[in-house]
């Protein structure tokens, strides 16, 4: 499921210039291209996001998409060799919240699907309190 769709892209670009950026002989918009430069953008998203939700996210939150938008904006016009310094800008900060994100320093407003720290760090949870621990040295003493 795609983060973002075509009319999203369309709230923030003009059909025109999408046009332009989609399709040489510049007649329509060219869906493949915008799916490629969506799917690019998601991409990335999850391998930032992955880190500490479970992805994909659904339903998408406002932020994602919205950084999905402006990833794919960004796709597209380095696709065409011309971000200007607003796409350049809007790519950055994007980046930003999604390192943030991984931080945890900002948030997506639900908690449901946050993974535990021990998955973060790569491996479970370690009780360094004999007493919580399900076999210690006297429960495996009998073995």
Not at 92 to 112: C, F, H, I, P, Y
Request: overall charge negative.
């Amino acid at each position: 499921m795609a983060y973002c769709t075509l009319a999203d892209l369309q709230k923030k670009i003009s059909t025109a210039e999408l046009i332009q950026l989609t399709d040489d002989s510049g007649l329509a918009i060219d869906q493949a291209k915008i799916d490629a430069v969506i799917l690019e953008a998601d991409e990335l998203i999850d391998s930032y996001v992955g880190k500490v939700k479970t992805v994909p996210l659904n339903p998408v939150p406002g932020l994602i998409k919205n950084l999905s938008v402006n990833m794919a904006i960004w796709n597209l016009f380095v696709g065409r060799g011309s971000p200007d310094e607003v796409r350049e800008t809007a790519n950055r900060d994007a980046m930003k919240v999604l390192e943030k994100l991984t931080d945890r320093k900002v948030t997506l407003g639900d908690d449901e699907s946050v993974l535990p720290e021990s998955a973060i760090e790569g491996g479970p949870a370690v009780s360094a309190v004999e007493a919580d621990r399900e076999f210690n040295k006297t429960t495996l003493g009998n073995f």
